[in-house]
């Protein structure tokens, strides 16, 4: 029997969770290792800051979706690994009660956070949204500025997809509420490169960019900052930016906390450094994998931080090591880019599905339809976790609520 601790409950996290029940042998056991009680996914965090987000049917508890799938959720941070004796330090998230969990093959699969670079102030002034427990007191404080009946400035720092979803979101929520005597929203859209969505094809980029203006979002490229204070940001020129709620959305790194334990290798954005079979390059017993993993590829590149590049490696790991645990040898996973969609708001999303510099100008698509697709993706990952039949009953639950129960 062998026992696998899985760290991280995020999308890799609970989608290898559910699929190792079916690939591995019947008397091994698995346990899901978070410190939340239920699942939130995560490039929707920002429609939890705007208070747009269905909890009721868009959430998973991890305790009932064990019991249903087969593993077992322990509520907990890990705080240190022993690979000698093979146990991981574990802190209870209500308790703070601390205890060893014995593992044969550990998988972490803990996400990325926010990178602020050391910007001075950004720690103490800027609301982050890296978790679900952040982007719910981002919309307590959100929520507070929405009915103070006046002008209030926003200035988000970061214009990659989390920046951009979380700056049309707040628009239209302002937009809609206004007909209520809600407070209109002045919104700063500050990204250090020379344009939206950076790592994107360039003509998706020029597109999110006519749409978030024409929504009277002010776009501030080239613009970095400098320093954050109470209720302002000093851009590298000297100016300053003010505003009543700032967030910060820029760049990824895995948790700080991360780095090091276990004496494992790390590179320089807190990433453990794996091999292409997902195994960490110095204890085969200990895997990583999503955006806290720097896997390699045969070009020499690595897999981006992208949430359909864990999904993927989450449901080859399971194969993989459920082949693994039925002698069979473990094989490399090799990540092939779908492309990305945006959502600028609810009706409108923007899509390259092609990517390639060859290709990128023919596939780039937009409008109601694609932000449909974005839904969709959301909905393949509720597959992925439940079943089908699940999805089915929540999207009709949902349109019957969307009919009963007034919309922002």
Known sequence: MSRIVIVGGGAAGIELSTLLK?????????????????????PRLHEIAAGTFDSDLDTVCYFTHGARHGYQHYQASMTDINRENKTIMVCGAVDDIMCEVKYDYLIIAVGAVSNDFNTKGAKEHCIFLDSANQARQAWHRMSYVLRAGEEHTI??????????????????????????NGAPLKINLIEAADRVLPNSPEKMSRKVQQELEKNNINVLLNTRISEVKEKTMITADGHSLDADVQFWAAGIKAPDWLNG???????????????????????????ALGDCAAIPQPDGSFVPPKAQAAN???????????????????????????????????????????PGSKMESKFVLHGLLIRRVYDTIFRLHQRTISNMFTVSRLMVAKRLKAVFKPKI
């Open 22 to 42: 079916k690939t591995i042998r019947k008397e091994d056991e698995v346990i899901l290792v978070e410190p939340e009680t239920h699942h939130f996914w995560k």
């Open 155 to 180: 200035n988000i720092v970061g214009a990659g997809a989390t920046g951009v979803e979380l700056a049309a979101e707040l628009e239209r929520v302002s937009r809609k509420l206004l007909r209520y």
């Open 261 to 287: 334990l276990g004496g494992l290798a790390y590179n320089r954005i807190n990433q453990i450094e794996v091999n292409m079979n997902l195994t960490s390059t110095l204890d085969d017993h200990i895997f």
């Open 312 to 354: 993927r490696a989450a449901e080859h790991l399971a194969k993989s090591l459920g082949d693994f645990l039925h002698g069979k040898p473990l094989t490399d996973f090799i990540f092939t880019d779908s492309g990305m969609v945006v959502a600028i708001g609810h009706y409108f999303a923007v899509g390259s599905f092609a």
